[in-house]
């Protein structure tokens, strides 16, 4: 993501929220019908929901839960984690990204790199610590205590260094938000994400303390996550009302490390890339769970699918990209 790119974010304000399922004039209808049946072909995809300055262009349940109905977004839970972040930041209940973690949660230091970890190598899934997704994910849900399995993993490297994917430590993010704030990681997402948003995030799977889940299994509407992207193309704002600040969204966006799977460069919780030629951002979980934002499209893209089967990047995720590049490039 460029510089100018990530500005541009700044420079759309809240707008309306069409409130037809298939809005716009009649030829948005006509450069959205080829897109609609490509999209209705491919029988792993569950919804899609296209917005353009906060005006609903596109909006289709072709199998699945309604549009309206809380989905399991899986792994684009762990952006909306990182804007929880932000606004812990904005609020005061975290100093900012390179506080320490171990302290947050009341614990000793461990005499190795654990002791140096902080909340910019959380977001960036930079821990050094040994993944716990993939294989290794039923044995770490499996544990007595998901935060101590985390950060307990055999240091593979210094933190700062490469991207080790896991949702470990996203879960240990999660439950330092919550020590910090005094408030569940559910309440935040209600109260600071969902209330001003006029949205809803139903509570979700909890580890054997009672910690909510970080990283995962958020059951968000299709509509619901093209409204939040809609804040993020404001700016941080929606309908008047500030959410996240915009040096936040300034921070979320600068590349930071690269994922070794899809190539794409990682910020704060958003995967940066290109789309129909066009700077974008992108929350990705597995079975093919997205958010996309486009600022110079003014264009968030929700995407809900089956999350019991895979999306690999040389497959299904390789065709919702192509979906991606095609709403782009019809706007």
């Given at each position: 993501?460029?510089?100018?790119?990530r500005?541009?974010i700044?420079?759309?304000?809240?707008?309306?929220?069409?409130?037809a399922?298939f809005?716009?004039?009649?030829s948005?209808?006509d450069?959205f019908?080829?897109?609609?049946?490509?999209?209705?072909?491919?029988d792993?995809?569950?919804?899609?929901?296209?917005?353009?300055?906060?005006e609903?262009?596109?909006?289709?349940?072709?199998?699945?839960?309604?549009?309206?109905?809380p989905?399991?977004?899986?792994?684009?839970?762990?952006?909306?984690v990182?804007?929880?972040t932000?606004?812990?930041i904005d609020?005061?209940?975290?100093?900012?990204s390179?506080?320490?973690?171990?302290?947050l949660?009341g614990?000793?230091?461990?005499?190795?790199?654990?002791?140096?970890?902080?909340?910019?190598?959380?977001?960036?899934?930079?821990?050094?610590?040994?993944?716990?997704?993939?294989?290794?994910?039923?044995?770490?849900?499996?544990s007595?205590?998901?935060?101590?399995?985390?950060?307990?993993?055999?240091l593979?490297?210094?933190?700062?260094?490469?991207?080790?994917?896991?949702?470990?430590?996203?879960?240990?993010?999660?439950?330092?938000?919550?020590?910090?704030?005094?408030?569940?990681?559910?309440?935040m997402a209600?109260?600071?994400?969902?209330d001003?948003?006029?949205i809803?995030?139903?509570?979700?799977?909890a580890?054997?303390?009672?910690?909510?889940?970080?990283?995962?299994?958020?059951a968000?509407?299709?509509?619901?996550?093209?409204?939040?992207g809609?804040?993020?193309?404001?700016?941080?704002?929606?309908?008047?009302q500030?959410v996240?600040?915009?040096?936040?969204?300034?921070?979320?966006?600068?590349?930071?490390t690269?994922?070794?799977f899809s190539?794409?460069?990682y910020?704060?919780?958003?995967?940066?890339?290109?789309?129909?030629g066009?700077?974008?951002?992108?929350?990705?979980?597995?079975?093919?769970?997205?958010?996309?934002?486009?600022?110079?499209?003014?264009?968030?893209?929700?995407?809900?699918?089956?999350?019991q089967?895979?999306?690999?990047?040389?497959?299904?995720?390789?065709?919702?990209?192509?979906?991606?590049?095609?709403?782009?490039?019809a706007?």
């Amino acid at each position: 993501m460029q510089p100018h790119s990530r500005r541009q974010i700044l420079a759309y304000g809240a707008s309306t929220f069409g409130a037809a399922l298939f809005g716009g004039s009649a030829s948005a209808q006509d450069r959205f019908a080829p897109i609609a049946a490509d999209a209705a072909q491919l029988d792993q995809l569950h919804a899609l929901v296209v917005h353009q300055d906060g005006e609903r262009l596109f909006a289709e349940s072709f199998r699945g839960p309604a549009l309206d109905r809380p989905a399991n977004v899986k792994s684009v839970s762990k952006t909306i984690v990182a804007l929880l972040t932000g606004i812990a930041i904005d609020r005061g209940v975290l100093d900012g990204s390179d506080q320490r973690v171990l302290p947050l949660l009341g614990r000793a230091p461990t005499g190795d790199a654990r002791d140096d970890l902080t909340i910019g190598h959380l977001l960036t899934m930079r821990t050094g610590l040994g993944s716990t997704s993939g294989g290794n994910y039923g044995a770490w849900v499996a544990s007595d205590d998901w935060v101590d399995f985390a950060l307990s993993q055999p240091l593979q490297g210094a933190p700062g260094g490469r991207f080790i994917y896991s949702t470990g430590g996203w879960h240990v993010l999660g439950a330092a938000l919550a020590r910090a704030s005094g408030e569940s990681l559910h309440r935040m997402a209600q109260v600071w994400l969902g209330d001003p948003l006029n949205i809803v995030i139903p509570p979700w799977v909890a580890d054997p303390q009672g910690r909510y889940l970080g990283g995962n299994d958020m059951a968000i509407s299709p509509l619901a996550l093209a409204r939040i992207g809609d804040m993020v193309l404001g700016g941080g704002e929606i309908d008047g009302q500030r959410v996240v600040s915009q040096a936040w969204l300034e921070a979320s966006w600068q590349p930071r490390t690269r994922s070794p799977f899809s190539g794409d460069q990682y910020g704060y919780g958003w995967f940066l890339t290109r789309f129909g030629g066009r700077d974008a951002a992108y929350a990705r979980g597995y079975g093919g769970q997205m958010l996309v934002v486009v600022p110079d499209r003014r264009l968030s893209i929700a995407i809900t699918s089956d999350p019991q089967r895979p999306a690999r990047s040389g497959g299904y995720f390789g065709d919702l990209r192509k979906l991606t590049e095609q709403i782009v490039l019809a706007t």
